[in-house]
């Protein structure tokens, strides 16, 4: 089952998923600015919505009778994403932050693509990726691009 597609896919997405979640988290958390209620609000609702969506990811692995990874020290090695850390501006994180969605965007390209064979897995993946492009599209339009 190691090297089952569905596994590789939804494990990376847990990985980049947590990450993603827990930076958006230290933006929540830590921005400053003449918009704070605005990026405060928008960042506490990624970090739910990354959260929610994770879990989607997991237990579509244990219904396919595997295990999903769950070891910070793991996910962070899988992600391979940088951890957010101060100084950053509130324009820093916005930045920062859409690259990062558009990352897990192409990443879940590829997975939509490599999980053909597994029509649910597929689902949920392009599920996801509707989020992520929408928030995408948020943060573009927050930094006037
Ligand atoms: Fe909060």
Excluded at 83 to 92: G, K, S, V
């Amino acid at each position: 089952m190691k090297n089952n597609p569905s596994l590789t896919a939804l494990n990376h997405l847990i990985a980049l998923y947590t990450v993603t979640a827990q930076n958006a988290r230290f933006c929540h958390w830590n921005v400053v600015g003449p918009h704070f209620e605005d990026d405060h609000e928008f960042f506490g609702d990624i970090y739910s919505e990354l959260s929610d969506e994770t879990d989607l990811f997991a237990e579509r692995i244990r219904a396919l009778r595997m295990n999903p990874l769950s070891a910070i020290s793991d996910l962070l090695g899988e992600a391979q994403l940088i951890e957010y850390a101060l100084p950053m501006t509130a324009r820093n994180m916005q930045k920062n932050m859409l690259a990062d969605y558009e990352k897990i965007s192409a990443k879940m390209t590829q997975f939509a693509e490599t999980t053909a064979n597994d029509a649910v897995t597929q689902d949920i993946i392009v599920g996801s990726q509707r989020q992520i492009d929408k928030r995408a599209w948020m943060l573009r339009s927050m930094l006037g691009e």
